[in-house]
Nanobody, 117 residues
């Protein structure tokens, strides 16, 4: 059974920071690159950060320079450090394997990030 548990979200003012964490099943971490996705109200889910099995990272242009993804294969965790948060970062954030969104059959409950004054 695939298990994905996201945590660390909350309400912050513009310019603030949050650190998200994700605990995933061992089979996912041993077989796939991992990523963070987000879905804002009325918008489709989008990929924002990737950490590959080879140790490389990639970011969406909208978060580059502000977000940092990290991975610990031994602990089966992946994290997302978010700095200089903007109101447009408001969304539910999810972790999952890196794949076409249409092919992913399971999502965790996500963690809500709200950036507002």
């Amino acid at each position: 059974q695939v298990q994905l548990v996201e945590s660390g979200g909350g309400l912050v003012q513009p310019g603030g920071s949050l650190r998200l964490s994700c605990a995933a099943s061992g089979s996912i971490f041993s077989s796939y690159a991992m990523g963070w996705y987000r879905q804002a109200p009325g918008k489709p889910r989008e990929l924002v950060a990737v950490f590959t099995s080879g140790g490389t990272t990639n970011y969406a242009d909208s978060v580059k320079g502000r977000f940092t993804i990290s991975r610990d294969n031994a602990k089966n965790t992946v994290n997302l450090q978010m700095n200089s948060l903007k109101p447009e970062d408001t969304a539910v954030y999810y972790c999952n394997r890196r794949a076409s969104i249409a092919t992913i059959g399971y999502w965790g409950q996500g963690t809500q990030v709200t950036v507002s004054s």
